[in-house]
Every structure is written in C-alpha cells, then in structure tokens.
C-alpha cells in the first residue's frame, strides 16, 4: 500500500554547534499532525555525543546562559544508533508519509537528516522540508 496521506511532522532539535559531524546534535522532539492539526502522536530523545566531536565555542556560550535546558538535553541519554532506529520505526507507523516541518527548517532538516542516514541507514523523509515560518499564515493576510 502506498502512503499519500501527508503526515506533518513538526521537529525541533538542540545541538552543541552549527553542523553535524564536528558537533552534535543533544536532543530532538518530533510531533506528527495531519492536516488538520489532529495530533497523531509524538517522539524524542536526548542523545550521547559524537566520539570526537566538540561543542563550537559560540554555541557553548549560549548554552551557559540556559543551564536548565542545557540540564534537560543532558538527562537520559541514548546512543544515537539507537534513538535514530527508534525514530525511523515511530515515523513508519505513521498513516502516511510523513513530510519534515521546522523553524528553522535548514538547521533542524540538516542535523536529523545526517543522524538519520549515518545511524539509521535510511530517512523516511523526502529531501523536502517545510519551514514553519513560510507556511503558517497571518489569518489577517
């Protein structure tokens, strides 16, 4: 059976830098919505760092002026080969396909696409994204 139901899935991540691979990504939420904002259900995981990687200076910075957000992406932490397995089985369940949706897409998009496809092997995502800012109107429009 073919998936043509558009499973919106709102997704925002935290990472100790501007992109994977020499930073990590430290947690991510996903909530799945169909079009009519019906909320189908939801996802997420703080992860381990990467072997190696580092936080950017710049971002760490930041970090230190939210210590409790900062505590909170640090609690309960999963490999992320794990949470991304996890992630891939929760979005195939799904009743339909589901379509990535982000502010700001670019950041979020890249960070879970990468993690998806090193730790998972595979993205049920498309390589389209939607930016919340750019589909979400002003009912004053």
Do not use: C
Request: charged letters at 15%.
């Amino acid at each position: 059976m073919v998936k043509t139901t558009a499973i919106y899935v709102s997704t925002d991540i935290e990472a100790d830098g501007p992109i994977p691979g020499p930073h990590s990504m430290l947690s991510f939420g996903s909530a799945a919505f169909l079009a009519d904002g019906t909320l189908l259900g939801t996802f997420s995981a703080n992860l381990e760092t990467l072997p190696g990687a580092t936080g950017h200076p710049d971002t760490m910075r930041w970090w230190l002026t939210q210590p409790r957000a900062w505590a909170m992406a640090r609690e309960d932490l999963q490999t992320p080969e794990q949470a991304m397995r996890d992630y891939v089985a929760w979005l195939k369940q799904l009743p339909g396909k589901p379509v990535f949706v982000a502010y700001p897409v670019v950041f979020d998009f890249m960070f879970v696409q990468w993690y998806l496809h090193r730790f998972a092997g595979e993205s049920p995502f498309t390589f389209v994204g939607l930016d919340i800012t750019s589909t979400a109107r002003d009912s004053s429009d």
